[in-house]
């Protein structure tokens, strides 16, 4: 299956050629068979934001809204939603696992995360773009935890195998740009 990104084409165009290979994984790396193109494009945005890759968010944004009609703003919203709330967990939970002091894992986060479980497109989208960002946070326990909330709403291991090639795509993609 094939994903129109124009705006990411065109981005993509700009990287060097000592990156072609990382031009030519993003190219392919968004039409997986795991994943509906929303997902893909979702869990590349998410990456985008995450990493604070202005140029990349600015065009895959620009093709949610040319692809997904309708549902881009919900895909946007969650995407910009489970960057924010994954850049906030990734510092904590991987402090908390790094500790190893039960009297740390006693305590309460006491962190917001309602989003999580309301989230605006579905609670599995949400998990892949959070799993994304986990892996490039690499933050172990928050791999772990996504992972496993993946395979319980039925996600496939191949679908959570795609979200993380998307994630590492696109950091290899945010080196090449000059924001």
Sequence with gaps: MSIATPALD???DTLPDELKDIRLNLASVLAGENL???QSLGIAL????????????VAMESDIHTSQGTAAAAVISDAVAAAGLMAMNTVYYRFRHMIRKESYDARSP??????????????LDFELM?????????CELCIQNHEKSLLHLGASEDACHDAVRIAAVVSAAACGLSD
């Design 46 to 57: 998410a990456a985008a934001h995450f990493l604070r890759c202005r140029s990349l968010v």
């Design 10 to 12: 065109i981005l993509r």
């Design 36 to 38: 509906v193109p929303s």
């Design 110 to 123: 006491r962190l917001r995360m309602s989003r999580m479980i309301q989230p605006t497109t579905t609670k």
């Design 130 to 138: 959070s799993l994304a960002c986990a892996a490039l946070a690499g």
